[in-house]
């Protein structure tokens, strides 16, 4: 797949899954931003990863829940890139409890990272992407956006938002060309699910069909087929990375 030319956006790129789709993007020629929100070492050494590629390789503090922060990581897009082509969806973040338990600013920060995070970032590109007549948006949700989780119930909102938010937008924007996909992974190797314990991971791998858990790349191979001229014909879909987790 090639991406040479395009230009990509990618929310959380400094670490695990993020940093696999940024990666996986600059192999294959496309030009990336990333942006970190305190792990500047992070994204600077993914950043140094996508230039061996010969790519051109941005990493910017931006906090996607604040209007300013994302307006400002734009505008470093735009005076580096002539168009945005791409932007995947990925910062996100867990504040696990029963509901029983769950603070109230547990629930907010999560809805404001997860889903205001995705509504912030899309609209600031959408725009442009409507101008050019053509885009692909890619929004990170997870498995338990469809299934639900016990202990989850703020996260799972989120995500299950990330999913209306995505067919809705893949609707108001098809005739400008504009793909619009979720991804919904389902347990990806990464320092979100490294807090786990033992018990719970050996738990969890029973109900993965392919018993085994996912790496980013897994992910990052699928937002890379949807950032390409491949998915041309697909919008407004969830495609599920779980290993059969929600079968
Ligand atoms: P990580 O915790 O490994 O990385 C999270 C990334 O998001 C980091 O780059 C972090 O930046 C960034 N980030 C967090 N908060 C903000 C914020 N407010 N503004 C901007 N960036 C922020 O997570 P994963 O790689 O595991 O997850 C990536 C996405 O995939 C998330 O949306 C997650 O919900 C989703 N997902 C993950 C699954 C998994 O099993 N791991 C399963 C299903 C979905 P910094 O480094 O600066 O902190």
């Given amino acids: 797949m090639d991406l040479r030319g395009k230009n990509a956006i990618v929310t959380g790129g400094s670490r695990g899954i993020g940093k696999a789709i940024a990666l996986e993007l600059a192999k ?6 990333v942006n970190y929100t305190s ?3 992070a994204a600077e050494a993914t950043v140094k990863e996508m230039e ?27 005076e580096n890139f002539e168009t945005i082509d791409i932007l995947v969806n990925n910062a996100g973040i867990t504040k696990d409890n029963l509901l029983l338990r769950m603070k109230e600013e547990d629930w907010q920060q999560v809805m404001e990272v997860n889903l205001n995070g995705v509504f912030l970032c899309t609209k600031a590109v959408i725009r442009k992407m409507m101008k050019q007549k053509s885009g692909k948006i ?9 299934t ?17 938010f995505t067919k809705s937008v893949a609707k108001e924007v098809a005739t400008k060309n504009i793909n619009v996909n979720a991804i919904a992974p389902g347990f990806i190797d990464t320092d979100m699910t490294a807090v786990l314990s ?15 858990y996912g790496q ?27 290993g059969g987790m929600a079968i």
């Fill in 52 to 78: 061996s590629y010969n790519v051109k390789a941005y990493a910017v503090q931006c906090n996607v829940t604040k209007s300013d922060d994302v307006k400002n990581m734009i505008k470093i897009a735009e």
């Fill in 148 to 164: 639900g989780n016990a202990g989850q119930a703020n996260y799972s909102a989120s995500k299950a938002g990330v999913i209306g």
């Fill in 28 to 33: 294959n020629g496309a030009n990336v931003l």
């Fill in 138 to 146: 890619i929004n990170i949700s997870s498995v338990v956006g469809i």
């Fill in 216 to 242: 980013p790349e897994d992910v990052a191979k699928l937002v890379l087929f949807l950032s390409s001229d491949f998915s041309n014909y697909i919008t407004g879909q969830i495609i599920s990375v779980d």
């Fill in 39 to 41: 792990n500047k070492a």
């Fill in 198 to 212: 033992e018990d719970i991971k050996n738990e969890l791998i029973e109900n993965i069909p392919l018993r085994r």
